[in-house]
């Protein structure tokens, strides 16, 4: 069958949640994808900052060769290797406690959610607890990580959402500090926010939350979904400003392709939050997605990835500013790491349509941005292959 063709069959049986690109994918290998008539395109998406090690990796694909031969999934009612491992693996690597792992990005959300009012609940007995999130936040697409989405338009036909949640500006403490009450039990926000726009938080921001949380008792949730596992050059990016979390949520390169997330807490939330019987999930946390996340940390060392992100990071950086500097077009540059963003004075579809033309995945975050989520794997040659098309997809535009 031809692409057209596959496509239209996906659009007689898929739900139209979806504008996708017109490719139907065969193979992906290193930094590269593959479609079904076999063109090549250099991928700077990594299906949504998700492949960190690039695709077929071979340590990686052996890994969970060997576990569906062994088991796929068990019950949470019982233990399982993999689980342990990986659990141990991400408390270190995370600074964290305690680990419970999710299927994904928007369930490590609804667990963080429930830990904070659980430990809010337990400490006053009321059940009128407040949740402070920001502005332009994503968190996902169930109904309590949409509660705390800061975009109307994502939340406006599913209301009522969960009630309580007031929201602040990203990267300005004194609003964040207007919203607090005495029922107060959480902040929430990411790190570095991704589908708002590449923004990553200021030290003092983190640091002012931080203080203010402590002062008043609230815990501090930190969405590390998109900017955590690597992707801005620490494990995760709060451990550049030494500000840390209570609550922290990880998912997409936690599994680097598999479904897995993950809601990690410290030890004295975990004392006093969800016990026995108030959470769990079928799925969350078996063998196959926990020899994924084993595996994944593993790599993380053996290839020094963090290394290559910051060396790599630098030089996307100097690059990007260099076009900046080059078009009128480019409002402003921003990101840490290989989490990066071009903002545009006008709609970036166009430009992405011409890179795919040319063999280069990018993405958008918000109409007006291009965003830069390579594997953590890319080098400063992918970048200047990169950087070429995206030149003269600007040099076009003008
Ligand atoms: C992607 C993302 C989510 C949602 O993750 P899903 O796996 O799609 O549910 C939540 N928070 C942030 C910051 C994200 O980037």
Redesign the pocket.
Known sequence: MSMKEYIDEAEAALLHTYNRYQIVWDRGDGMYMYDIEGKKYLDFVAG??VFALGYNNKAYNDALKAQIDKVIHTSNYYYNIPAIEAAKKLKKVSGMDRIFFT???????EGALKAARKYAFLRDGRTDHEIIAMNH??????MG?LSVTGNPHYREAFEPLIGNVRFADFNDFESVKEQVTDRTCAVIF?TV???GGIYPATEAFMRQVRALCDERGILLIL?????GMGRTGTMFAWQRFGVKPDIL?S??AIGCGV?V?AFMMTEKVAQQSLTSGDHGTTYGGNPLACVAVSKVIDLFEEQDILANVNETGVYLYEKLEALTEKYDHIKAHRGIGLMQGLECGMSVNEIINRAIEKGLLLINAGANIIRFIPPLIVSKADVDNMIEIVDACFAEQQ
Do not use: L, M, W, Y
């Open positions: 949504i900052a299927n994904s990005g928007a369930e490590a959300v936040s994503f968190h996902g697409r169930t990580a990411e926010q991704g589908e969405d590390e979904i998109q900017c949520t998912a997409k479904p997330g």
